[in-house]
């Protein structure tokens, strides 16, 4: 039962902002919208979360629509070592809290 | 910290032995999670054990997978008997639970190849 909906790829040039749309039509009031990412052979790397309001970090911002149905990932200025698997996932606080599951991703290619 | 270890990086098997994959969690994390990965299937949840206890194990494929938490700070994950459609990456995940919800950390994978 995927919660999410996901671009299967998608290609970004060196030095641009990467924005990573992601899907969540049945999210529920108590759920997060957490994103990870997975580069080659290593294992998946939280990036960000949110509830409701907009988040930014050092790695990427997390921009959620009003309704909570969907929501962008953005990487401000991609780089080479950006290029990985990125994993859109809800994930609830009480019963479903542990279920941190993850969908098929978008794979992002940075070309130089 | 060192963060999540797992271990053996590598494992190699003959079909119908037995494996152990270990991990030991980061300190003062409370969660912990085994998953494992095939270009199949993707990443799977198999369990996860909240204060050393399992929670919720129904991702875990059939009776010859099972997996304890003795201790805070170690986790294994056997099969017996293994076999070739076990071959995967199977990879340990600490988090500290709290009321707001927060990240897990991976290891660096068990790459389990049954022959």
């Known amino acids: 039962d995927a919660k999410t909906t996901q671009p299967p790829s998608m290609d970004c040039a060196e030095g641009r902002a990467a924005n990573l749309p992601c899907n969540h039509s049945?999210?529920?009031?108590?759920?997060?919208v957490y994103w990870y990412r997975q580069i080659h052979s290593q294992g998946p790397q939280y990036i960000i979360h949110?509830?409701?309001n907009n988040e930014t970090n050092e790695m990427a911002s997390l921009i959620i629509t009003e309704d909570r149905k969907s929501s962008t990932l953005i990487l401000p200025h991609a780089t080479l070592r950006d290029t990985a698997v990125y994993y859109c996932?809800?994930?609830?606080?009480?019963?479903?809290?542990?279920?941190?599951?993850f969908g098929a991703g978008t794979q992002v290619v940075v070309t130089p | 910290d060192a963060g999540v270890i797992q271990s053996p990086r590598h494992e190699v098997t003959e079909m119908g032995q037995e494996v152990t994959l270990r991990c030991k969690p980061i300190?003062?994390?409370?969660?912990l999670f085994w998953y494992r990965q095939t270009m199949m299937r993707g990443l799977e949840l198999l369990i996860y054990?909240?204060?050393?206890?399992?929670?919720?194990d129904s991702g875990m494929p059939e009776d010859r997978f099972s997996a304890k938490m003795p201790n805070a700070s170690f986790s294994t994950l056997k099969i017996q008997p293994s076999e070739p459609r076990d071959s995967a990456v199977y990879f340990c995940?600490?988090?500290?639970?709290?009321?707001?919800?927060?990240?897990?950390?991976f290891g660096q994978g068990t790459r389990l190849t049954v022959v």
């Open positions: 049945t999210i529920s009031g108590n759920e997060y």
């Open positions: 995940a600490s988090s500290p639970r709290t009321l707001t919800s927060t990240e897990a950390f």
């Open positions: 054990f909240n204060n050393n206890v399992p929670i919720d």
């Open positions: 949110g509830l409701k």
């Open positions: 996932i809800v994930r609830g606080t009480t019963d479903s809290w542990g279920k941190l599951q």
């Open positions: 300190s003062g994390h409370n969660s």
